[in-house]
């Protein structure tokens, strides 16, 4: 009798302390285990409150997408990540840059009349590189150029050896790419074959910041014979990425911000391109991409609608590398 009083009154416990945590007490932990986990710092107090509620706002955000989620209303969940104490605006400006387009194809690749496979992966044929991290620096354009040749490579040689970012950031300035502030991954493709060779990311390592071009010439890694540019068209980027291998992509990213999992369809998302990725593969209702920003969503990738209106103009700048 007595055990069981006791037992009442730990519920009663509990049920008060429950009732006394609020949503709020529970967004003020998130934000410490994420300001841990994201190694997150601030200048001062004052920059910590308006990260805090920033956050708190992204977090209310990602609740409410996750209950539609939940429902079978979205075809992708959102969550928390690094970017989540940043405004959209902020997200945009750090992380995502201006695209410089430019027209530095050799050729142009079309569709062949060969019949799809119902799927592709190329990392399953170990043909993709370790997921990277550009940092807060607007490199994106140099990631998808090197990964779509480390890719190439690969294909030809068997040899998946990883290059460099920084040595296009660096030293590919007079083909119209400006470093962290945007460039194009067909032009920074066209000055690793003008310049016979992109170093090997070992010998000329990543630092997410513009410097001094410090190229090697004995520490090449890679050379380029030419640059293909694919057919701007789903389809034809389908048949590129099955035939050839992954492609350099240029998409509208704006979307991107709080991605977890699932398949990506906002129909916001037709906005001009401001971010580069690599298209990996391919399913029957998705396109899988390789980003450049660490863990981020589904360990690195995301799936793209696929057959969607040609979402995010996924498939409008389509280029890959011949080795």
Sequence with gaps: MK?????SLLLALVACIQASITYEDVLNEEFELFKVEHGKSYVDENEEQVRLQIFKDNKELIDKHNERYAAG?????????????????????????????????????????????????????????????????GS??????????????????????????????????RY????????????????????NGIDVDKAYPYEARDGQCRFRRNSVGAKVAGV??????ENALAHAVAEKGPIAVAVDASGFQHYRRGIFSDPNCRKQVNHAVIVVGYGGDHWLIKNS???????????????????????????????
């Design 3 to 7: 055990a069981a009083a006791i037992g």
């Design 73 to 137: 209303e979205e075809t992708y969940e959102m969550g928390v990540n690094q970017f989540t104490d940043m405004l959209s605006w902020e997200f945009e400006q750090l992380v995502l840059t201006k695209l410089n387009l430019s027209n530095d194809a050799d050729y142009v690749y079309a569709p062949s009349d060969v019949a799809l496979p119902g799927s592709v992966d190329w990392r399953a044929k170990g043909a993709v590189t370790r997921v990277k991290n550009q940092g807060h620096c």
């Design 140 to 173: 994106c354009w140099a990631f998808a150029a090197a990964g779509a040749l480390e890719s190439q490579v690969f294909l030809k040689t068997k040899q998946l050896v990883p290059l460099s970012e920084q040595n296009l950031v660096d030293c590919s300035r």
């Design 176 to 195: 119209n790419n400006h470093g962290c502030h945007g460039g194009w991954p067909a032009a920074a493709l066209k000055y690793v074959h003008d310049n």
């Design 228 to 233: 293909a540019q694919v057919q701007p068209n």
């Design 293 to 323: 920003w660490g863990g981020w969503g589904e360990q690195g990738y995301m799936r793209l609608a696929r057959n969607h209106n040609n979402l995010c103009h996924v498939a409008t700048y389509g280029v890959f590398p011949i080795v």
